[in-house]
């Protein structure tokens, strides 16, 4: 017999609510600080929504109209002169070089930033921070016979820079033959060790490096709370554009991408089973929307910056119909790549 009572359907749909609200809440602080910016540089700010779709409240304050819509799947900062002509002296378009870039900028470094504060929360209840230190090996260990010793801080892993132990585990992961070149700081001197070998496991048809040592703790201070809140944030920066580029390297395949669905089934599934793993998974998150709409891709906000440090070079503007056409062109690419990659998200759920 099913069992459909309002308890179990509640127990089952809550956890993606809040998957649902967190995205919004990631989405309207990208638009807020575009508003902000907006409105600190004197542009006008016609629209600020959140939310999509049919209108459930609007009232005007100045000459801004806030909204609130029905489907809670974003929300948007609509201002004059955004993406065509305007005689309007506050327009965005005619405002000066430095001033647009600060408002297009200022969206990411919004998420940037709610990452930054994010990662400081998780770490308050921590009475220690783990180091890229080797402290001990496990018996037989690979990478101790292979030249890694106790006491070697590992700085580098294939010559990408390792801030903290968050990176060091993506960097251990699908190394196929088991075998990584390590950088360390031993005796303060930098070395490089090649072909430090471990055991590997394949979990999803990845492999990963079975980790044969622990690493050291440092004692929480104030010093070591604010160094590790700043290494933390770059190891989430570094593994986000690092997992971009093994993408795009074809490191990794399509099925290691997903989208806002894939996304919302997992934050989902981690609410159910521990909400206390949702915060670092949203920092995760907005860090990786800063990162990638920071990208110079047309219709993303990296696309906008292109143009405006080609007009600061040039001292020349390009002219409006032209961007507007790379900035429509590549949002019809970008939506058939969200199409696909969704598609794919709702085939995994439903196969």
């Given at each position: 017999?099913?069992?459909?009572?309002?308890?179990?359907?509640?127990?089952?749909?809550?956890?993606?609510?809040?998957?649902?609200?967190?995205?919004?809440?990631?989405?309207?602080?990208?638009?807020?600080?575009?508003?902000?910016?907006?409105?600190?540089?004197?542009?006008?700010?016609?629209?600020?929504?959140?939310?999509?779709?049919?209108?459930?409240?609007?009232?005007?304050?100045?000459?801004?109209?806030?909204?609130?819509?029905?489907?809670?799947?974003?929300?948007?900062?609509?201002?004059?002169?955004?993406?065509?002509?305007?005689?309007?002296?506050?327009?965005?378009?005619?405002?000066?070089?430095?001033?647009?870039?600060?408002?297009?900028?200022?969206?990411?470094?919004?998420?940037?930033?709610?990452?930054?504060?994010?990662?400081s929360v998780t770490l308050v209840p921590e009475?220690?921070?783990?180091?890229?230190?080797?402290?001990?090996?496990?018996?037989?260990?690979?990478?101790?016979?292979?030249?890694?010793?106790?006491?070697?801080?590992?700085?580098?892993?294939?010559?990408?820079?390792?801030?903290?132990?968050?990176?060091?585990?993506?960097?251990?992961?699908?190394?196929?033959?088991?075998?990584?070149?390590?950088?360390?700081?031993?005796?303060?001197?930098?070395?490089?060790?090649?072909?430090?070998?471990?055991?590997?496991?394949?979990?999803?048809?990845?492999?990963?490096?079975?980790?044969?040592?622990?690493?050291?703790?440092?004692?929480?201070?104030?010093?070591?709370?604010?160094?590790?809140?700043?290494?933390?944030?770059?190891?989430?920066?570094?593994?986000?554009?690092?997992?971009?580029?093994?993408?795009?390297?074809?490191?990794?395949?399509?099925?290691?991408?997903?989208?806002?669905?894939?996304?919302?089934?997992?934050?989902?599934?981690?609410?159910?089973?521990?909400?206390?793993?949702?915060?670092?998974?949203?920092?995760?998150?907005?860090?990786?929307?800063?990162?990638?709409?920071?990208?110079?891709?047309?219709?993303?906000?990296?696309?906008?910056?292109?143009?405006?440090?080609?007009?600061?070079i040039t001292r020349r503007k390009v002219p409006?119909?032209?961007?507007?056409?790379?900035?429509?062109?590549?949002?019809?690419?970008?939506?058939?790549?969200?199409?696909?990659?969704?598609?794919?998200?709702?085939?995994?759920?439903?196969?």
């Amino acid at each position: 017999m099913i069992d459909i009572s309002i308890g179990t359907i509640w127990g089952n749909v809550w956890p993606y609510l809040i998957a649902v609200a967190l995205f919004l809440i990631l989405i309207v602080i990208h638009e807020f600080g575009h508003f902000i910016a907006a409105k600190s540089v004197g542009v006008k700010v016609n629209e600020f929504a959140v939310g999509f779709g049919p209108k459930l409240f609007a009232k005007k304050l100045g000459d801004t109209i806030y909204k609130i819509n029905l489907i809670p799947l974003g929300g948007y900062c609509a201002m004059e002169g955004e993406d065509e002509s305007s005689v309007d002296s506050r327009a965005f378009c005619n405002k000066s070089a430095v001033k647009r870039l600060t408002v297009v900028v200022m969206g990411a470094l919004f998420n940037l930033l709610l990452g930054l504060i994010l990662i400081s929360v998780t770490l308050v209840p921590e009475e220690s921070f783990t180091t890229t230190t080797v402290d001990c090996f496990k018996e037989n260990s690979s990478s101790q016979e292979s030249g890694l010793m106790e006491n070697d801080k590992i700085v580098a892993v294939d010559g990408r820079k390792i801030y903290s132990t968050y990176d060091l585990s993506y960097a251990f992961t699908n190394i196929d033959d088991g075998k990584i070149d390590i950088t360390v700081i031993r005796n303060g001197e930098k070395k490089k060790i090649k072909n430090v070998e471990f055991e590997t496991e394949e979990y999803d048809g990845i492999k990963y490096l079975t980790v044969d040592f622990w690493v050291k703790a440092n004692k929480k201070t104030f010093v070591s709370f604010i160094s590790q809140t700043v290494k933390l944030s770059a190891s989430y920066c570094a593994v986000v554009y690092r997992s971009l580029f093994d993408i795009l390297a074809g490191k990794y395949g399509i099925s290691a991408v997903s989208g806002p669905v894939g996304t919302t089934v997992v934050i989902g599934n981690i609410a159910k089973q521990n909400l206390s793993m949702l915060l670092p998974i949203m920092a995760l998150i907005t860090i990786n929307l800063g990162l990638f709409n920071l990208l110079p891709i047309p219709a993303l906000d990296g696309g906008r910056i292109l143009f405006i440090i080609i007009e600061i070079i040039t001292r020349r503007k390009v002219p409006q119909k032209y961007e507007s056409i790379v900035h429509t062109v590549g949002f019809i690419i970008l939506l058939a790549f969200m199409f696909l990659i969704t598609a794919k998200d709702i085939w995994g759920l439903i196969k």
